[in-house]
């Protein structure tokens, strides 16, 4: 089946265009974009757990934190 289907979440999802996402393991991060409602630039950090569909924020803090931003991409580096 090569159809597409709607899928029910919970938690705080974005309403966010032009923002950033990539998939580990069975969570989706989603950074970034402006906001659907208001045009503001984003910069919040989305996770969507895919077993669960909850919808989670982390908060952002510091001088090493990204300025908000739209049409970007991001990239997970290891930090190890």
């Not at 045009?39 to 989305?46: C, I, N």
Request: proline share 4%; glycine share 12%; net charge neutral.
């Amino acid at each position: 089946n090569l159809g597409w289907t709607k899928l029910e979440t919970d938690g705080n999802s974005p309403a966010v265009y032009g923002h950033a996402g990539f998939l580990v393991g069975d969570t989706m991060y989603v950074w970034g974009g402006k906001d659907s409602a208001t045009g503001t630039l984003q910069s919040q950090l989305y996770l969507l757990s895919l077993s669960s569909l909850h919808w989670n924020t982390v908060a952002l803090s510091g001088k090493n934190s990204p300025t908000p931003r739209q049409y970007h991409s991001f990239h997970l580096l290891s930090n190890g």
